[in-house]
Structure formats: C-alpha cells, structure tokens
C-alpha cells in the first residue's frame, strides 16, 4: 500500500517537473525561417523590454516602442508585435519564472553577467545559425564580446553604457580649481576632495547597497586588477584589491563619501541637490539633469584611474529564451531592432550609446554624448563568468566590511577569493 | 459496491461538491509544490530542463553554509525585535479603540492605514526618516536633544531593529483589529462582576481580560511569528541584506540563492529548513498559549 503510494507520488512529481521544463532542452535553434530582419516575419513576437527612461517619462517611451513597432510591422505585415515594459526590479525572478512555465517572451533584454549565466544554464539559445551571412561588422567589437559564450553567439547588442564622473562646475570653483582641467587620476581627485570636505561638501557618491559593478570592480581594475581572468581563476585576492579597499576605506573615514555609504544605494539625488563635488554615474543621469537641470553648472570629467584609465560599461542585448514558440520571428525582430535606423530611434531617445558605430551620428554636435562616445573605449563588461551574478554579494559584503572596519583590506580580498572559489565548486565550475 | 457509492453521494453528496474545489486547489498548490520542493532539495536544477538527482550534496553545502547559519541567527533576532512588540502595539492599539473614545472611528482608520498601505512606499518613508546623514530627519531630531548622529541602515548593530521597526509599524494596525476583535468577544457581565467586587482597572484587566484574551495571543502570536520568519520586503528593499549581512534573512538569502544564482535545490534546502523551523516554533506556542478559555 504504502509502495504504491510512494510510486503515485514519484509519478506526480515527476509528471510536475516535466510540465515545468516544459520537455525542452537548450539546443541551438535551427534556421528554418526567413530572418533577414524584414518582410518575412509572421505570427506573434513578444519582446520583454525595461524602462530605459527615467520617472514621468513613460509617455515618451511608450512612443519611441509604437513607432519602432510600427516601422517592423510595416515591413512585416504578417507578425503581430507586442512589446511589453516590464519593471527592472525582481526581473530575474519574474523573467525565469515565466520561461518556465512556457509563458516567457519570445525575446527579452538582458546584461553581460546575465548573458554568461542563462547560456551556462540553458536558459537562452544560440543563435549562431541565424546569424550566417549577416553583417556584424558596424557592431563595436566590445559589445559583441558580451554576447557570445563558448564560441556560440546568443544574441545581438542594443546598447552601451559608460559608468563616468559627473562634475558640479560650482563646487570646483569654489575649491579654487578649474572646470577645464579635471582629475585624471584617483590622487589628483583625493586632493580635490579633501577641499571639497573642507567647504562642507561630499567629495563623490559611493553606493555601497548595491552595484559593486559600478562602485567597486572599477576602483581594482583601475589600480591594475580584476576579480577573475579570462581562464576563470580567481585572481582577486592581490595588491589591486588591497590597494582599491584601502583606498575606500580612507575616503569613508576622511567623510570624503558620506556616512550612509556603507548600504545607501541613491546618492545620485543628493548630487543633484549640490550636495556633492562629484558623482559616479552613467547617462541616466545625464537624461535627468536635462529633462530637471539642476541648479549648478556641470560637466562630465575624465575617467578616474591610478594605473588604468578603465571604467564599467554594460550592453544591453537581446536575447531568445530556449523555449521561445517564435524563434524564426524573434531572431527577425532583434536584427531590426539592432539594426541602424531602429538603433538610432532608441539611442537617441534614451541616451544609451548605440552598439552601432554607424548610429553614433546621432550624437553629432551632442559634446557630452561625444564624450561618452569615446569613454567606452575604456569600459570593461563585468564579470563574464557563469558565477558573474553571483559575486556582486560577495563583494558588496566584503566591501561593507572593510567600511565598518570588521576586516583589514588585506583580509576582505583574501576572504573575498575564498568565498568566489567556493561559489565556484557549488556551480560544479 | 455502486449501491455503496450512491447512497454515500446521496447522503454527502453536497459536501463532495464544496470540498472537491478546495482539495484540487490545495493539490495542486500546495501539496504538489511541497512535494516537489521536496524532492528538489536531492536535485539541482536551475529552473529549466530535468532537475538532476546529487544525493545529499545540497545538505551537506548547508551544514557548512556560514551565510546561511547568519540568516537564521538574524531571523531569530528579527522575530525577537518584532513579535512581542507587535503584540503589545497591537493591544494597546485594540484596548483604545474599544474603549469608546471620541473619534473612535478615525482612530481605527489611522492606525490601519500602514496596514493597506504598499511596502514600497512605507520603505520610501523609512529611508527618508533613517537616512544615516546628519540630514537625515531622524538624526536631525536626536540631534536637536543632543544625541550624535546614528548610522541606522549602515550599523550592523541597529539595522536589524529599524527593519523590525517598519515591520511592528506595517503590521499593528492588523494585529489591533484582532485584539479588537477578541476584546469585542468578552461578555460584559464578567467586567459588571469585577466592578461590583471593586477590583481596579488595572487589576480588571491582569484577570479578566488578559487571560480571557489567551486565544488571540495565541493566534496573534503564530500569525506574527510566521510574518517575522517570512521577513524579505525591507531588508530587499532598504539594506540588500547588509551591511556585512547583517539583515540577510533566510528569506532574503533564499531569494538570492533561488534567482540570482538559479541553485533551486539548494533554495528548496533554505526553505525546508524554514518550514521545520516556524512548525517547532508554532508548535512550542501551541503547548503555552493554545489552552482552551472559559468565559464560565
């Protein structure tokens, strides 16, 4: 009785686990539809986008999708379109869930890290296939690096960004500096800030709730460092990490950031209110302080750097979930989304570098578009390791310790390599 | 044997019809996802595809998980913050509402206001009050009394508290609607008997209405306890889980593990252990607050 009451249950769970993957596997998708981009798309595609804009600007998004939207279905009559603005917050949850109910978008945006990891996982197809015979050459090569995994391309680029340094024009005159001769490097930019905290002012903002990405892999790469190689070792524990710890420590203990650093994950907004000398951002800011320009003059400095002048910079791509029913249909979709004139509505728009060189004559006579333009020569992806998503934890913790003075730098990095070692045995890497 | 069927259907035929709904409805919620989860504990399995059987290999990582062992060390520190203060918040919210006063009514609605209102915004709020600046309104106001300026969110010492802090804020206007509630249920005759005896009010209320109150301790006491073991909104919201983990709870870590490192076995692991945790605790309130009461 009780034997056959375990094989009923067996039989549930198992019939249960196979209705949840949906009986699929993560094979490369084939090529048997048109997918030039144009004309032959058909059925319905939905693409899961997020908000590139910032508050109150939702109108003006949802025209810039019907006109990109409008401009597909008109070379693709037979394909029904729906474009869907999801919230950034819990994507991940909410985008995995769906996939594995079999409800998921037939293509969806996503980042580097991410890319990596839902390729590692099975999660996205390839779509090496699709792209036989298409031009990728007007892709700037940094974006197409974040989009192929294991010599399989998963998706195409929509857009760049470049984490750089705001200036509050105001503050540094009052320091007695100059606006046209900013810092190059983190010691110039120490010295200015110790003026700043003597005229009662933040030197930068540091968010130490979240985004090591933005925060705290830039400050060891600029000192020479990354957390792991191209090989997958995990090379963090070094004098880069020392020195970058060290370094945020003496800038929370000089009240060069502020007190709540240690977990605040807005600053950007203090910044605005003439708070702060500087601020690390990215062109979402720059968006904000024309659609609210702020009370001060401003301007965007030079990357900040010891010994590399490097920065983050993230792409944006498209990318098919492995159980898409429109495969054909999504990969047409995403080259004309991708494509230059699509490129060129969205980028200029949002204000995100375009992933095409063509598209940046967008920016024509736009100096600090110009400016990024040429900054994300410098920009480093993040961590392009099945573990990428993973670390951010781990370094957000170490990096808060070190703040709080639990931990020397030294130990934060030695622990910090521990624990991504670990990570990496439970992700059988 | 069909004779059988039919005159059990005759007899509770209607009973069959009102209970079959629900037992779907909890096969396929509850008991299919508890079994499943169960199993997924044995399995990794990173949502999509077949989930592989590893043995006890994810209970093994747990044993020796110190980040988990610090999520449930902080939950328990949570609930110890949360639930008691929550109780009495809530009594003493339900004693004056039931006592008649004037604006009775509006009081009611003030006081369940943060009940209906999202957590979102209520973290807005928090964030605003606890900013850990000296410009943050909070640190301004002790400052004024002369109190230096407190980190909040970013003292691992007092994070924790004003997470418990937002939740007991969220949560009492709930839990004085039960106390109300259990008050209303209190029959008047026993108050009359007391007065007549010439007990205070205070001692009216040490022996009559709080022991007469013991079932809604009871059941304000699991439902808060669960709530506080199930704590993920703020500490998602206001800390991410630091500083230095100090409000990662199991929840929170649950999450992270399930979506962010997509380890669904092990987060099944997270979440049985939660599961035979809040069953202990409930259990252990069961053998002290769930007694019977006698109203005589």
């Given at each position: 009785?009780?034997?056959?009451?375990?094989?009923?249950?067996?039989?549930?769970?198992?019939?249960?686990?196979?209705?949840?993957?949906?009986?699929?596997?993560?094979?490369?998708?084939?090529n048997?539809g048109n997918s030039s981009g144009s004309g032959g798309a058909?059925?319905?595609?939905?693409?899961?986008?997020?908000?590139?804009?910032?508050?109150?600007?939702?109108?003006?998004?949802?025209?810039?999708?019907?006109?990109?939207?409008?401009?597909f279905?008109?070379d693709?009559?037979?394909?029904?379109?729906?474009?869907?603005?999801?919230?950034?917050?819990?994507?991940?949850?909410?985008?995995?869930?769906?996939?594995?109910?079999?409800?998921?978008?037939?293509?969806?945006?996503?980042?580097?890290?991410?890319?990596?990891?839902?390729?590692?996982?099975?999660?996205?197809?390839p779509i090496t296939s699709y792209l036989k015979g298409f031009d990728m050459s007007d892709f700037t090569e940094a974006s197409l690096k974040t989009t192929r995994?294991?010599?399989q391309d998963y998706g195409l680029p929509l857009l760049q960004?470049?984490?750089?340094?705001?200036?509050?024009?105001?503050?540094?005159?009052?320091?007695?500096?100059?606006?046209?001769?900013?810092?190059?490097?983190?010691?110039?930019?120490?010295?200015?800030?110790?003026?700043?905290?003597?005229?009662?002012?933040?030197?930068?903002?540091?968010?130490?709730?979240?985004?090591?990405?933005?925060?705290?892999?830039?400050?060891?790469?600029?000192?020479?460092?990354?957390?792991?190689?191209?090989?997958?070792?995990?090379?963090?524990?070094?004098?880069?990490?020392?020195?970058?710890?060290?370094?945020?420590?003496?800038?929370?203990?000089?009240?060069?950031?502020?007190?709540?650093?240690?977990?605040?994950?807005?600053?950007?907004?203090?910044?605005?209110?003439?708070?702060?000398?500087?601020?690390?951002?990215?062109?979402?800011?720059?968006?904000?302080?024309?659609?609210?320009?702020?009370?001060?003059?401003?301007?965007?400095?030079?990357?900040?750097?010891?010994?590399?002048?490097?920065?983050?910079?993230?792409t944006?791509s498209l990318?098919?979930?492995?159980?898409?029913?429109?495969?054909d249909?999504a990969v047409a979709f995403m080259k004309y989304l991708t494509g230059s004139e699509a490129s060129k509505?969205f980028n200029?728009?949002?204000?995100?570098?375009p992933a095409r060189k063509t598209a940046y004559s967008?920016?024509?006579?736009?100096?600090?578009?110009?400016?990024?333009?040429?900054?994300?020569?410098?920009?480093?992806?993040?961590?392009?390791?099945?573990?990428?998503?993973?670390?951010?934890?781990?370094?957000?913790?170490?990096?808060?310790?070190?703040?709080?003075?639990?931990?020397?730098?030294?130990?934060?990095?030695?622990?910090?390599?521990?624990?991504?070692?670990?990570?990496?045995?439970?992700?059988?890497? | 044997?069909?004779?059988?069927?039919?005159?059990?259907?005759?007899?509770?035929?209607?009973?069959?019809?009102?209970?079959?709904?629900?037992?779907?409805?909890?096969?396929?919620?509850?008991?299919?996802?508890?079994?499943?989860?169960?199993?997924?504990?044995?399995?990794?399995?990173?949502?999509?595809?077949?989930?592989?059987?590893?043995?006890?290999?994810?209970?093994?990582?747990?044993?020796?998980?110190?980040?988990?062992?610090?999520?449930?060390?902080?939950?328990?520190?949570?609930?110890?913050?949360?639930?008691?203060?929550?109780?009495?918040?809530?009594?003493?919210?339900?004693?004056?509402?039931?006592?008649?006063?004037?604006?009775?009514?509006?009081?009611?609605?003030?006081?369940?206001?943060?009940?209906?209102?999202?957590?979102?915004?209520?973290?807005?709020?928090?964030?605003?009050?606890?900013?850990?600046?000296?410009?943050?309104?909070?640190?301004?106001?002790?400052?004024?009394?002369?109190?230096?300026?407190?980190?909040?969110?970013?003292?691992?010492?007092?994070?924790?508290?004003?997470?418990?802090?937002?939740?007991?804020?969220?949560?009492?206007?709930?839990?004085?609607?039960?106390?109300?509630?259990?008050?209303?249920?209190?029959?008047?005759?026993?108050?009359?008997?007391?007065?007549?005896?010439?007990?205070?009010?205070?001692?009216?209320?040490?022996?009559?209405?709080?022991?007469?109150?013991?079932?809604?301790?009871?059941?304000?006491?699991?439902?808060?306890?669960?709530?506080?073991?199930?704590?993920?909104?703020?500490?998602?919201?206001?800390?991410?889980?630091?500083?230095?983990?100090?409000?990662?709870?199991?929840?929170?870590?649950?999450?992270?593990?399930?979506?962010?490192?997509?380890?669904?076995?092990?987060?099944?692991?997270?979440?049985?252990?939660?599961?035979?945790?809040?069953?202990?605790?409930?259990?252990?309130?069961?053998?002290?607050?769930?007694?019977?009461?006698?109203?005589?």
């Amino acid at each position: 009785m009780f034997r056959k009451g375990m094989q009923v249950v067996v039989a549930i769970i198992l019939v249960f686990s196979m209705v949840l993957s949906g009986c699929s596997s993560s094979k490369e998708v084939s090529n048997t539809g048109n997918s030039s981009g144009s004309g032959g798309a058909k059925g319905k595609i939905t693409l899961w986008v997020y908000p590139y804009l910032g508050d109150g600007e939702a109108d003006k998004e949802k025209k810039m999708w019907d006109d990109i939207k409008a401009g597909f279905v008109k070379d693709n009559p037979d394909a029904q379109l729906d474009i869907v603005t999801n919230p950034w917050d819990q994507r991940e949850p909410k985008l995995l869930s769906a996939i594995s109910a079999g409800t998921g978008p037939d293509l969806f945006y996503t980042n580097p890290d991410y890319v990596v990891k839902f390729a590692e996982k099975g999660i996205i197809a390839p779509i090496t296939s699709y792209l036989k015979g298409f031009d990728m050459s007007d892709f700037t090569e940094a974006s197409l690096k974040t989009t192929r995994y294991k010599g399989q391309d998963y998706g195409l680029p929509l857009l760049q960004s470049v984490v750089t340094v705001f200036y509050n024009f105001d503050i540094v005159k009052e320091i007695g500096e100059d606006p046209n001769n900013l810092p190059k490097t983190w010691d110039e930019f120490d010295k200015w800030a110790a003026k700043a905290k003597e005229k009662g002012k933040y030197a930068i903002n540091f968010h130490g709730g979240g985004a090591p990405n933005i925060y705290i892999y830039p400050l060891i790469w600029q000192e020479g460092g990354d957390i792991i190689d191209s090989n997958g070792k995990v090379i963090v524990n070094s004098p880069a990490t020392v020195t970058a710890f060290t370094h945020l420590s003496k800038m929370y203990t000089s009240g060069w950031i502020p007190s709540d650093s240690i977990t605040s994950n807005d600053q950007v907004t203090d910044f605005r209110a003439g708070k702060f000398l500087a601020s690390i951002s990215d062109s979402t800011l720059y968006t904000k302080m024309l659609s609210q320009p702020p009370t001060f003059k401003w301007g965007v400095g030079e990357l900040l750097g010891n010994k590399k002048q490097v920065t983050y910079g993230t792409t944006g791509s498209l990318v098919i979930p492995h159980n898409s029913k429109n495969k054909d249909g999504a990969v047409a979709f995403m080259k004309y989304l991708t494509g230059s004139e699509a490129s060129k509505t969205f980028n200029s728009i949002t204000k995100y570098l375009p992933a095409r060189k063509t598209a940046y004559s967008i920016f024509n006579g736009d100096k600090t578009m110009l400016k990024f333009a040429e900054q994300s020569q410098h920009t480093l992806p993040g961590i392009l390791h099945p573990i990428g998503p993973n670390v951010n934890s781990f370094a957000t913790a170490e990096a808060q310790a070190v703040l709080l003075q639990k931990k020397t730098p030294q130990q934060a990095a030695a622990d910090f390599a521990k624990e991504l070692e670990s990570e990496m045995k439970k992700e059988g890497q | 044997m069909l004779h059988k069927v039919r005159r059990q259907w005759n007899r509770n035929g209607i009973v069959y019809v009102f209970l079959v709904p629900v037992m779907v409805h909890y096969l396929i919620f509850q008991l299919i996802p508890f079994a499943f989860s169960a199993y997924l504990t044995f399995s990794n399995w990173s949502m999509v595809g077949t989930p592989k059987f590893i043995g006890l290999r994810n209970w093994e990582v747990f044993m020796t998980d110190s980040i988990a062992w610090k999520a449930i060390r902080n939950t328990l520190l949570f609930s110890a913050y949360y639930i008691v203060p929550t109780m009495v918040l809530g009594l003493i919210l339900g004693l004056l509402i039931n006592n008649k006063l004037k604006f009775s009514n509006f009081y009611k609605a003030a006081f369940f206001l943060p009940v209906i209102t999202s957590f979102v915004v209520l973290s807005g709020i928090w964030r605003w009050l606890f900013k850990g600046t000296d410009y943050g309104l909070v640190n301004y106001l002790l400052g004024k009394m002369g109190i230096g300026m407190q980190l909040f969110f970013s003292n691992p010492n007092q994070a924790l508290a004003v997470l418990a802090a937002l939740s007991i804020f969220k949560v009492s206007g709930i839990t004085m609607v039960y106390y109300y509630a259990g008050l209303r249920s209190i029959p008047a005759h026993l108050y009359e008997a007391a007065r007549i005896d010439g007990s205070s009010s205070w001692n009216t209320f040490w022996r009559v209405t709080f022991p007469l109150l013991l079932p809604t301790h009871f059941y304000v006491a699991v439902v808060t306890t669960i709530g506080s073991f199930q704590i993920f909104d703020s500490a998602y919201l206001l800390t991410a889980g630091g500083p230095d983990r100090a409000t990662t709870t199991i929840v929170y870590y649950m999450y992270d593990i399930g979506f962010r490192t997509m380890r669904l076995g092990y987060a099944s692991v997270i979440a049985y252990v939660l599961f035979v945790i809040v069953l202990l605790i409930s259990l252990v309130q069961k053998r002290f607050l769930g007694k019977e009461v006698s109203y005589y």
